[in-house]
């Protein structure tokens, strides 16, 4: 496949190391061909979006590196060592933000420590630093249902970081929540992934919120899914989070994907 | 309900068939329903004696051991059938068919197996029960929201940690209805178990009493047995909703 060689080829320079890569990755749902001979590199401490129209594998191809799906055929290599399941390196955040409503806040960001077996006084000393961390202090004896959907979702970013994974896996995480709060997410989240050295993994199927947060694009089409092309924004990461949205690299980024998506949106 | 701007309280109603039964007892329209007022001074004065009390625990002990058998075995196996797909297909239709089957035809089978004791009446208990408790719990379980069970997965849950800390908890809310209701068909077991089997308990009692046309004292007994099933019934929904606020988000 010719893209694939070419979207192999478009790393910057020897000194990018390669945390998470899928070598041929290849999945069917009986007859429809989810995801075929899928190749991509993510680069350590960087965030690459999966950018694509709906139905495109983007999701498929997320909870495969995750473990949660095993691909018919090719392989994922998380830090060196080939992926048979899910794993302590990776930590998945959900779209629909999948906490415990039983539970209150604390033990549903401990409970990824809680089922490594942590001891209970130092699991909730981790949790109790991250609710902090993600603006949540105050909230630690909450239950779900009496946060909002921003806030929970803020619940299900400090359990996937209080379990300390070097890879971030986020499955369109802010779309179940409000526009204003999005927004703060996103500039949340790029300076999460500047202070943290993590490797995020990012589905979303917003072009705007693709380019905004992103290293790394890749976009995929559907049927079967295939990286198209894959986009490095580069001029406008260092600006500030005030200026993105208004420098022509941005726009030019996000007119140039609308174009190549447009046809494959029904 | 509100009468003259009074709130009542919960099922005043009751006081208003309490009237009704006390003006039939007293018109003397049948010798089987005596009034109200003299079942509750036959009450009275029985709930004390040897008879009853020793009538009361043979019934609680059989109630309990049926119950708790039917808890123990229903809520694992409802949870498995929910998860596992064979063991659904082999073990569906076997609850299906038990929680439809008139039971009260096979008790005569069980005391064959089983013998005339205690043992046959907590079967029987069980067999009440627990089909109502397994096939809730297994719907609980079906209606479970997938990204719960990943996200468990996804941070390494052993399939132990799974089951309690994940699929117990999400069907709670089904799970306490159907030990709601297999608790109160338990009562229906309990008693027919003893009328049937081996003539102890609150079974000897109504046997006893109905047998010498003592009607106060047959509906003494019955009010005593209807009033501790819908106590544990009224517990058991206070638990309910206690954890019904989560079963919308699951």
């Known amino acids: ?266 | 309900m509100k009468i003259f701007g009074y709130q009542l309280p919960g099922m005043s109603s009751l006081i208003l068939w309490g009237v009704l039964w006390e003006i039939v007892g007293r018109m003397g329209v049948t010798f089987f329903v005596p009034p109200l007022s003299e079942v509750l001074q036959t009450l009275y004065s029985i709930i004390g004696t040897p008879a009853f009390v020793k009538a009361l625990s043979e019934t609680a002990y059989a109630f309990f051991m049926g119950v708790t058998f039917s808890i123990v075995i229903g809520i694992p196996t409802g949870i498995l059938m929910g998860k596992n797909r064979l063991l659904d297909e082999l073990l569906l239709p076997w609850v299906n068919i038990f929680l439809s089957a008139p039971l009260t035809a096979l008790v005569p089978v069980l005391m064959v197996l089983f013998g005339f004791g205690m043992k046959s009446i907590i079967i029987t208990t069980i067999l009440f029960a627990v089909w109502i408790i397994i096939l809730n719990s297994r719907a609980g379980v079906m209606q479970i929201n997938r990204s719960l069970v990943e996200m468990a997965h996804s941070f390494g849950a052993s399939p132990m940690d799974a089951f309690i800390k994940i699929y117990f908890w999400a069907a709670l809310p089904e799970i306490l209805g159907g030990v709601r209701i297999g608790v109160i068909r338990a009562v229906k077991g309990v008693i027919i178990g003893q009328l049937l089997i081996s003539i102890v308990g609150f079974g000897a009692l109504f046997e006893l009493y109905s047998s010498n046309f003592l009607m106060s004292h047959f509906w003494a007994v019955l009010i005593v047995l209807f009033g501790l099933a819908f106590t544990i019934s009224e517990f058991l929904a206070y638990l309910e909703r206690r954890v019904a606020y989560y079963a919308a988000s699951r």
């Open chain 1, 1 to 266: 496949m010719p893209q694939t060689s070419n979207a192999l080829a478009q790393h910057d320079g020897p000194n990018v190391e390669i945390s998470v890569s899928t070598r041929n990755v290849s999945k069917n749902y009986g007859n429809v061909e989810a995801l075929k001979d899928l190749s991509l590199d993510f680069p350590r401490g960087q965030l690459t979006s999966l950018l694509g129209p709906s139905g495109c594998g983007k999701t498929t191809l997320l909870k495969i590196i995750a473990g949660l799906l095993s691909p018919d055929s090719g392989e994922i290599e998380v830090n060196g060592k080939t992926v048979t399941g899910p794993g302590p390196d990776r930590a998945f955040v959900f779209q629909d933000f999948a906490l415990l409503p039983w539970a209150s806040v604390i033990r549903n960001v401990a409970f990824g420590l809680e089922l490594r077996g942590v001891a209970k006084s130092e699991r909730e000393d981790i949790a109790r630093k991250y609710i902090l961390d993600v603006g949540l202090g105050g909230f630690e004896n909450s239950y779900p249902h009496e946060l909002s959907g921003g806030m929970r979702q803020r619940v299900g970013l400090a359990r996937a970081l209080s379990v300390d994974a070097q890879v971030l896996l986020m499955d369109e995480p802010f779309s179940a929540v409000d526009e204003q709060t999005r927004r703060k997410f996103q500039e949340d989240l790029l300076s999460l992934v500047q202070n943290e050295s993590k490797t995020f993994v990012f589905v979303t199927h917003s072009i705007e919120e693709a380019v905004y947060v992103s290293d790394q694009i890749a976009i995929l089409l559907p049927r079967p899914s295939r990286v198209s092309e894959i986009i490095r924004p580069s001029g406008f990461r260092h600006k500030g989070i005030d200026n993105i949205r208004r420098d022509s690299e941005y726009l030019d980024i996000v007119d140039r994907i609308w174009a190549s998506l447009r046809s494959y949106v029904e």
